[in-house]
């Protein structure tokens, strides 16, 4: 198992299992597997089971499950834990008009990096990102690690509204926006893959674990696919 | 909806704001969905436990009332619980944690919170609105649930409906908890493992402080106002956030997380509420001042399922 995994108390039914202290994309293999193994240990005992890039909040049954019964069943899930093959999660490619008109924060990246505006989209698509965790909002996946060329920060004063579909980076994290919410992400583009669709069924596109690798598309191409060209700063 | 389900109870006038709820949405924290779901639980359950329904049927979260007018379309029996947001049928006041028979034509309306925040409209076998995602419940940030299943609160001219059944109406019994979670000021919290990172002055001060409710209060998560707390964590990686969660931003003004808050986050926590205690802050109007008691888990539990012994 990982060393220095560590079980805390987070609420009367809550407890936290702490894999890793850092963000990192080899932490994956053992959250992917940690979620599956105390998904099988707990079976109906658990509430719910929220990986996220260095834990695990396990949320069991404190009516039909003692806290000692609960943490001993976490530790042997944790003795026995081997990492999840590298590949076990889905590998997705997905599409993205990169434009002004839906990436607004396309030019300030570039500014920022130093890159002209198609570098930054070369980049952007130029490596598969690991869905680290989902949050947010009903299929909202975190990914990473973008390139540290490509880190800049969030917005000062996030946006009211950003559009479905949009694609941003913050730091070195990367992530699409499954519904119409306010966020504070460089937006640089707009994909038409219909994930809040997918969370909404319960079987969400992107999972922990997944990769994504993003593909620069033509507007053309885009519309054939539905999307949505509204340009982002328009009235939504 | 099936041919079954009976029109009942139609919106006149919306108000600020009334959403279905049920025992909220669970097994889906893992897709980055919400919990939802009745925000004081316990007056609730009080409302269903009054039709003799089962305890997590679908019913209506009435939010300070502020004029919300419903028109009564068949003659049915309904229960009232928790806040007393001046509830009327036609002229007739309506008290919370009773049975009240409507007939076809008669209006209900809430109008202002003289005691608490939120009154629950039962209805007999619960509302039959679309399950999305295990749940009837309404969480409009995430366009789930609700009469359309789109997540939409309450508006004018909705149809509120169910399938009709027998009613067994209860009074409540002698000293019932029906309005616990209206009285009281202290709020249990079970202390987390990040609280030894605050320091020796914060946490003197979090359990002995008065903390007034901000009025950025929602069935996101609560602000209370009051002395600075410092935490040696800034922010950190995010990860899951439990129901009731007490945590601290860097302008050391905790924000207690309810219902409908994000699945993960990065500020450090105090602990976190008991299921009591969240029930409790729900009931609370901005402006209301509270105290941060830490209890045990152990005693948290035990209170917690003496609290579930009265729907017996």
Known sequence: ?236 | MSHMTHSLLRVVQAGPLALVVDGGRFGVRHLGVTQGGAADWVSFHWANWLLGNALDAAALEIVLGGGLTLEVEQDATLALAGADLDARLDDRPLAPGTTFAVMAGQRLSFHQPRDGLRAYLAVPGGLATPVVLGSRSATPREQLGGPRGDGSALGDGDRLEWNPCQVRGRRLPFGSAQGVTLRGNQLALVPGAQIGHFSGTSLYRAFNATWRIDTRADRMGVRLLGPELRCRLGSMVSEGIPMGAVQVPPDGQPIVLLNDRQTIGGYPRLGALTPLAAARLAQCLPGKEVGLMAISRERALASYRSCLEAFR
């Open chain 1, 1 to 236: 198992m990982t060393h220095g995994a560590r079980i805390e108390l987070a609420a009367m039914d809550v407890l936290m299992v702490r894999l890793f202290d850092d963000i990192d994309e080899s932490n994956m293999s053992w959250i992917v597997a940690a979620d599956r193994a105390l998904r099988d240990a707990f079976g109906d005992l658990l509430i719910d089971l929220v990986p996220s890039y260095t834990t695990l909040m396990l949320h069991y049954d404190c009516l039909r499950l003692t806290h000692g019964e609960a943490k001993a069943r976490i530790e042997a899930v944790l003795s026995r834990l081997e990492p999840a093959a590298a590949g076990l999660g889905r590998r997705h490619e997905i599409p993205v008009w990169y434009d002004l008109s839906v990436g607004p924060e396309l030019e300030r990246v570039a500014e920022r990096t130093g890159l002209s505006v198609e570098e930054v989209v070369q980049r952007h698509c130029g490596r598969d990102y690991y869905v680290f965790a989902l949050g947010f909002a009903p299929g909202y996946s975190f990914m990473g690690m973008v390139e540290e060329t490509l880190a800049v920060p969030r917005l000062k004063t996030p946006r009211r509204r950003v559009a479905a579909g949009s694609v941003g980076i913050a730091d070195r994290q990367t992530a699409i926006y499954p519904l119409l919410s306010p966020g504070g992400w460089n937006i640089l583009g707009r994909t038409a893959v219909p994930l809040f669709e997918h969370a909404r069924s319960g079987e969400p596109l992107l999972l922990p674990g997944d990769r994504v690798r993003f593909m620069a598309i033509s507007r053309s191409e885009f519309e054939r696919q539905g999307g949505n060209t509204i340009p982002l700063e328009a009235a939504l």
